[in-house]
């Protein structure tokens, strides 16, 4: 396998596909961070006295998005970029019957060419964030504590999944259809399905649930039913896992009622408390990763090999 | 001698289609064998049963003594395979190309480096090793297929329609290397083609498979006499003058089947040994012979029969 893995991620590092995304991403993380931190110096007063640099991350100024906004929107066409043509390319290209008559066992290929694509992911996102934290350094005065960086570095472990589920999902397509492009196109309408219609849908079912919401309670159930529907897609789940990471504030998902509101401290939760609270989101989008794979791998398995 | 590919009622069945139907095949150590048929008779499907890049319907197949759906890699260790258009990965050079799949052979990395020059020396592409796969023309990328199948050191190669798409000359120069590795490592091949003519001069033996069936298999010179047992009287008959009516009084000789006109003269298949008859005829009717010649079949006459046929 580890043959396939360092070929592969040194195809991914040399391609200029690769090059695109990196400067494309670089750019704009940079932008989003020094935009965001230009209106951290400028209004210190609306500014959280603890966690400046989470807060660097999650504020978004009128015109640009937060970093990990931007993050959660363009993880998917990371993924999507390193897997749609990975088996279906092979094939194009005429390499995929040459490469498994090789004495290697079939899975070797796949599970080589997966983790190369996680491996890019994690060093891409990796590098983002040292260069967030570095450009961080020199606009706010003052590192990172400890705290910080697990929460970041947990944030790239959420990350990776999330962007692991899009890789695996183009790989499960590059799959089943062998022209590349069928695969690409298949994958990005399963990203604007989840990151635009599941929206819709979920306020649409909430709607028919609670019709006419009149009551705080029925507004907060409501959003509830539209938080649960709306969690079918892994980026919702990505998005509130990073609110409750990146904001160690935060305590709950969507509303929550004055009555429940009462008697909580405004202060910020330890680490475990707020993984705590995604542990749920975390484990579901590892799951759907594994799911998605798991699928591809059967059906490679099984797949005739014809040139 | 043993046979490094046997197969028993080898069957591949997709939906409610014979692809390939209960084929037994046998191809000696250190043979060529010529595995012969028209587009869509089964061979390429034959081949990935034998590597285990499908899986058979039934039946049984063993290569090099090994069961190619179980022990594929045990296969796979031993035995060369190039795709009908090989591919390779366009945007490194041949020698990256042929290194990587030594790498994926567990071959050291120095002792790859020096099998990669000499199988690229040895299919005469040693000049061009540091150039990108991309400027390769379908020639080279042919002769580089079957250098990265060599850098393996199999015991035995099957190419699928190695001369398919590629200009006489250098298909000859392909099947010129590829007698020549035979000859000089005791490489047993199998290679399949549509080409008969193309290939018969290189292989000790041939099988033509038709929709899946294996028709006949053997030595050339076997095959022939096998096939056209019925037939084997073919002449040759050319004649001086105008020959009017001559068909007609040909045709009444009994034993004679067919007449077919060729450029020169008539081409004549008869199922006894006419030429007594046909030279009195001749004798008699006063027509002046320019020759009668015994033709033996070709190997191509019974291909083509075949493919008729089926």
Same mark, same amino acid.
């Given at each position: 396998m580890s043959i396939v893995f360092w070929k592969e991620l040194a195809d991914h590092f040399s391609s200029r596909r690769f090059m695109i995304l990196l400067a494309l991403i670089v750019l704009i993380g940079l932008w989003a961070t020094y935009a965001s931190g230009q209106a951290i110096r400028q209004d210190t007063e609306n500014t959280p006295t603890q966690y400046v640099f989470l807060f660097l991350l999650t504020s978004?100024?009128?015109?640009?998005?937060?970093?990990?906004?931007? $993050?959660?929107?363009?993880?998917?066409? +990371?993924? *999507?970029?390193?897997?749609?043509?990975?088996?279906?390319?092979?094939?194009?290209?005429?390499?995929?019957?040459?490469?498994l008559s090789q004495p290697i066992y079939r899975d070797s290929l796949i599970n080589g060419k997966f983790f190369a694509g996680l491996a890019t992911v994690a060093i891409l996102w990796g590098s983002i964030l040292l260069l967030v934290i570095g450009l961080g350094i020199t606009l706010l005065g003052f590192p990172p504590n400890a705290e910080e960086l697990w929460r970041m570095l947990i944030f790239t472990a959420v990350g990776v999944f999330y962007v692991g589920f899009w890789l695996a999902l183009a790989m499960l397509f590059s799959l089943l259809f062998q022209k590349t492009v069928t695969a690409a196109l298949a994958s990005m309408a399963v990203w $604007?399905?989840?990151?635009?219609?599941? +929206?819709? *849908?979920s306020q649409g079912i909430a709607g028919i649930i609670v019709p006419d919401p009149s009551t705080p309670e029925q507004l907060a159930r409501r959003a509830d039913v539209e938080n649960i529907v709306s969690r079918i897609s892994p980026s919702t789940l990505f998005s509130e896992s990073v609110s409750i990471l990146l904001n160690p504030a935060a305590r709950v998902f969507g509303l929550a009622?004055?009555?429940?509101?009462?008697?909580?401290?405004?202060?910020?939760?330890?680490?475990?408390?707020?993984?705590?609270?995604?542990?749920?989101?975390?484990?579901?989008?590892?799951?759907l990763v594994a799911v998605c794979f798991g699928i591809s791998y059967i059906?490679?398995?099984?797949?005739?090999?014809r040139a | 001698m043993s046979a490094v590919v046997e197969t028993q009622n080898l069957t591949k069945r997709y939906h409610d289609k014979l692809a390939v139907n209960a084929l037994n095949l046998t191809v000696q150590e250190g043979e060529i064998f010529g595995f012969l048929g028209p587009n869509g008779a089964g061979k390429t499907t034959t081949i990935l049963m034998l590597l285990g890049l499908t899986e058979a319907t039934s039946g049984r197949a063993s290569v090099c003594g090994f069961d190619p759906t179980r022990e594929s890699l045990e296969v796979k260790r031993r035995v060369g395979y190039l795709p009908e258009n090989p591919g390779f990965y366009e945007d490194i050079s041949a020698t990256e190309n042929l290194l990587y799949m030594a790498r994926l052979n567990r071959i050291p990395d120095d002792e790859a480096?020096?099998?990669?020059?000499?199988?690229?020396?040895?299919?005469?592409?040693s000049e061009d090793g540091r150039r990108l796969v991309r400027e390769f023309s379908r020639g080279m990328k042919q002769r580089l297929g079957i250098a990265e199948v060599l850098v393996k050191k199999p015991r035995a190669v099957i190419l699928d329609e190695p001369t398919l798409g590629i200009d006489p000359d250098g298909a000859i120069r392909i099947l010129e290397l590829i007698k020549g590795l035979n000859r000089e490592r005791n490489l047993t091949v199998m290679l399949s083609s549509h080409q008969l003519q193309q290939v018969q001069e290189i292989c000790n033996r041939v099988g033509i498979i038709v929709k899946g069936r294996l028709i006949v298999q053997g030595q050339?010179?076997?095959?022939?006499?096998?096939?056209?047992?019925?037939?084997?009287?073919?002449?040759?008959?050319?004649?001086?003058?105008?020959?009017?009516?001559?068909?007609n009084d040909l045709?009444?000789?009994?034993?004679?089947?067919?007449?077919?006109?060729?450029?020169?003269?008539?081409?004549l298949r008869c199922t006894r040994d006419v030429r007594p008859e046909v030279l009195s005829l001749l004798a008699r009717k006063n027509i002046p012979l320019l020759q009668l010649r015994s033709e033996d079949p070709t190997l191509e006459e019974i291909y083509l029969k075949y493919f008729r046929e089926a």
């Amino acid at each position: 396998m580890s043959i396939v893995f360092w070929k592969e991620l040194a195809d991914h590092f040399s391609s200029r596909r690769f090059m695109i995304l990196l400067a494309l991403i670089v750019l704009i993380g940079l932008w989003a961070t020094y935009a965001s931190g230009q209106a951290i110096r400028q209004d210190t007063e609306n500014t959280p006295t603890q966690y400046v640099f989470l807060f660097l991350l999650t504020s978004g100024t009128g015109t640009v998005f937060s970093l990990a906004t931007f $993050l959660g929107f363009f993880g998917p066409l +990371v993924g *999507i970029t390193l897997g749609f043509d990975s088996i279906s390319g092979e094939y194009a290209r005429g390499t995929l019957s040459r490469v498994l008559s090789q004495p290697i066992y079939r899975d070797s290929l796949i599970n080589g060419k997966f983790f190369a694509g996680l491996a890019t992911v994690a060093i891409l996102w990796g590098s983002i964030l040292l260069l967030v934290i570095g450009l961080g350094i020199t606009l706010l005065g003052f590192p990172p504590n400890a705290e910080e960086l697990w929460r970041m570095l947990i944030f790239t472990a959420v990350g990776v999944f999330y962007v692991g589920f899009w890789l695996a999902l183009a790989m499960l397509f590059s799959l089943l259809f062998q022209k590349t492009v069928t695969a690409a196109l298949a994958s990005m309408a399963v990203w $604007l399905f989840m990151t635009l219609f599941v +929206v819709i *849908i979920s306020q649409g079912i909430a709607g028919i649930i609670v019709p006419d919401p009149s009551t705080p309670e029925q507004l907060a159930r409501r959003a509830d039913v539209e938080n649960i529907v709306s969690r079918i897609s892994p980026s919702t789940l990505f998005s509130e896992s990073v609110s409750i990471l990146l904001n160690p504030a935060a305590r709950v998902f969507g509303l929550a009622l004055q009555s429940q509101a009462e008697g909580i401290l405004p202060t910020p939760l330890e680490l475990g408390q707020s993984l705590n609270l995604i542990w749920p989101h975390i484990t579901t989008l590892f799951g759907l990763v594994a799911v998605c794979f798991g699928i591809s791998y059967i059906i490679f398995m099984r797949a005739e090999i014809r040139a | 001698m043993s046979a490094v590919v046997e197969t028993q009622n080898l069957t591949k069945r997709y939906h409610d289609k014979l692809a390939v139907n209960a084929l037994n095949l046998t191809v000696q150590e250190g043979e060529i064998f010529g595995f012969l048929g028209p587009n869509g008779a089964g061979k390429t499907t034959t081949i990935l049963m034998l590597l285990g890049l499908t899986e058979a319907t039934s039946g049984r197949a063993s290569v090099c003594g090994f069961d190619p759906t179980r022990e594929s890699l045990e296969v796979k260790r031993r035995v060369g395979y190039l795709p009908e258009n090989p591919g390779f990965y366009e945007d490194i050079s041949a020698t990256e190309n042929l290194l990587y799949m030594a790498r994926l052979n567990r071959i050291p990395d120095d002792e790859a480096r020096r099998r990669t020059s000499e199988v690229l020396d040895q299919v005469g592409l040693s000049e061009d090793g540091r150039r990108l796969v991309r400027e390769f023309s379908r020639g080279m990328k042919q002769r580089l297929g079957i250098a990265e199948v060599l850098v393996k050191k199999p015991r035995a190669v099957i190419l699928d329609e190695p001369t398919l798409g590629i200009d006489p000359d250098g298909a000859i120069r392909i099947l010129e290397l590829i007698k020549g590795l035979n000859r000089e490592r005791n490489l047993t091949v199998m290679l399949s083609s549509h080409q008969l003519q193309q290939v018969q001069e290189i292989c000790n033996r041939v099988g033509i498979i038709v929709k899946g069936r294996l028709i006949v298999q053997g030595q050339m010179d076997e095959l022939g006499r096998a096939i056209l047992k019925e037939r084997q009287w073919n002449f040759l008959l050319e004649v001086g003058g105008g020959a009017n009516g001559l068909e007609n009084d040909l045709r009444a000789i009994p034993g004679v089947d067919e007449i077919e006109k060729r450029r020169h003269g008539l081409f004549l298949r008869c199922t006894r040994d006419v030429r007594p008859e046909v030279l009195s005829l001749l004798a008699r009717k006063n027509i002046p012979l320019l020759q009668l010649r015994s033709e033996d079949p070709t190997l191509e006459e019974i291909y083509l029969k075949y493919f008729r046929e089926a």
